[in-house]
């Protein structure tokens, strides 16, 4: 299904084992970023098509890292798999690749962020551990960066309900080195998640990167302790644009701990003093949280249907919906001028569809 | 002017002595609240006609008064007198009578309250102070009650820019006898406004109806450190029932000083770091305070003008406006009449009027 060229067939969302080794291959090359990876995907039509074109990282070396991170009890999630989260599958530049290691259950319930500064107030983490307690046992799995401060306070209260680490270095890389513990517990206990190689250190400019997976995952992201200019006000900006609810612990306005804090609820954010400011806005899950679809190496449903349940009535780019349905251009062009044809699908300026 | 019955002519906006030593009379009677005092006017068209018909104490009761009042440097600012705020006026519940001492050309310029808890942390008296002095600087006169904690700081911090302390007892009285100094500082360097009667004691039930009086006077209030159930947080309710933007400084969801603080901020007050963020919004007012018009015996303009200049496009009820402008419901009839043979007025349902 994936070895013509781009105009063959649709990719579909649950990609064969060479097609995967393709996809490895390709994200794992250098200067090839996420919004690359998918570029390449769509404009070759299949990562193995990509794989013949571009230099790209030997077969090897992906193997050689999948059986790294299976020794550790791991795997590799690709984008299009079926424990693939959806949310986070929704953003332009969404991992092509996530290395997991834990429990993939916790990847199908319902997610929220808990961030804030790693020199925290006693308060700030005490606040973190009651908020992050309080939507656990109310049914959320609480998303962190496994930091000092707030994100480790939020990932231990947690712990008991449902908690998922997203690192900046490869899911091997223990950091910061006082959280060792936490992390070999959360991974037991809990979920590990990378988005970065096996054996890469955790580089500066990896935290914003990890930073937008962790609000990616989550229908909200909850800010505590954060400072001007901080990391932590810079995720909930960037969380804010990917449409997350931004809920905001507030704090004294002579506490620069909070300065940043203060004026995001100036902006908007959802001033938040507990749990249940959060679930007063958000509801509460269902109790029942959702079974993990089992990963299956056929399509579940024909491509037509995936891009029928992708689109609404408000005009979205064909680029987006390929990229959405991981669909590639030509594929993407049969179905939607069938769907043309069969009268449900409506043409707009800047190549854009809509249902009828 | 005022001798006649209710339909002889209108109530001007100065009333003469006889008039006003009426109304004097009439606000000082027993069961004669401000909204009753209003009613009693439009009813009988003047203080004379009512105090004529109704129980009302002896004149010598309020000569009495008024010579202890300008014994202690004091006058009396009568609903409609020239001096009397216009702010505080467009209140349906606006006092009939001020007992006030010191600068009354205070009362002529932009006012904002600073109010909050008694028991304020040391934290809260110093952003108090900070803003006070801030609004102070930038041109605003700063109103409070002069109680314990936040009212005393900001009035502290105000008196070289200008500040004006609303008390519940009477003008003479010293309350609370902590602040006794500052009183005296406040009715030397500022101004000393109260509603209640000379000699009466501060009662538990005067403080709430003090506090509209603080708001009723100011362009917005700041809140600082109101827990829940407070008289604070009492205060910026009504204060938003009657227009005036509020600005609350938040605090940690742990300190139970800011839970009636962050819930307003949550039901939309607006969240407030410092005085710059209070000018963002009212904006500087004139560096040229705008003089106080000079107290007068005589109409300062006819009665039509001054409806005139209450009306606009939007439908007021008839009975607002002559409570607004101080006229007679058969004066008002007359006017009202008058403008619609000239074409300038429209009439809706529910006796209201609008400009056409």
Chains 1, 2 share one sequence.
Not at 260 to 271: K, T
Request: neutral net charge; charged residues 20%; aromatic residues 4%.
């Amino acid at each position: 299904m994936f070895d013509g060229p781009a105009t063959d067939g649709p990719a579909t969302l649950e990609p064969d084992p060479a097609e995967r080794c393709a996809r490895l291959r390709l994200a794992r090359s250098a200067r090839i970023g996420p919004v690359t990876f998918h570029e390449a995907l769509q404009h070759f039509g299949s990562a193995r098509a990509a794989c013949a074109r571009l230099a790209v990282v030997a077969e090897a070396e992906v193997t050689r890292e999948q059986e790294a991170l299976e020794r550790a009890g791991g795997r590799f999630l690709l984008i299009g798999d079926a424990g693939y989260p959806a949310a986070l599958a929704a953003l332009p530049d969404a991992p092509p690749v996530l290395s997991v290691i834990g429990d993939l259950a916790l990847l199908g319930r319902p997610l929220l962020a808990v961030v804030g500064a790693r020199e925290a107030s006693m308060a700030g983490c005490r606040l973190a551990g009651e908020i992050a307690a309080g939507l656990g046992a109310a049914g959320f799995v609480i998303a962190s960066g496994l930091a000092r401060g707030i994100d480790a306070a939020a990932h231990q209260a947690a712990l008991a309900t449902g908690t998922m680490a997203v690192l900046a270095g490869g899911i091997d890389q223990v950091y910061p080195p006082q959280n060792a513990a936490l992390q070999a517990e959360v991974a037991s206990r809990g979920l590990l998640l990378s988005e970065s190689p096996w054996g890469v250190a955790p580089v500066a400019r990896a935290f914003p990167r990890r930073n937008r997976i962790v609000s990616g995952l989550s229908a909200g992201v909850v800010v505590i302790e954060a400072a001007a200019r901080s990391g932590s006000l810079i995720t909930a900006q960037r969380a804010a644009e990917q449409g997350r609810e931004v809920f905001v612990v507030p704090g004294s306005p002579l506490d620069p701990r909070y300065a940043g804090s203060n004026s995001l609820i100036r902006d908007g954010a959802i001033l938040t003093r507990d749990a249940n400011d959060i679930l007063g806005v958000l509801g509460r899950p269902r109790p029942d949280p959702q079974p993990l679809a089992k990963p299956s190496q056929k399509p579940v449903e024909p491509t037509a249907a995936r891009v029928l349940a992708a689109l609404g009535s408000v005009p979205t780019a064909v680029d987006e919906l390929g990229r959405r349905c991981q669909v590639s251009a030509a594929a993407m062009a049969e179905v939607l001028l069938a769907l043309e044809l069969e009268g449900r699908l409506e043409r707009h300026r800047g190549n854009r569809v809509s249902l009828m």
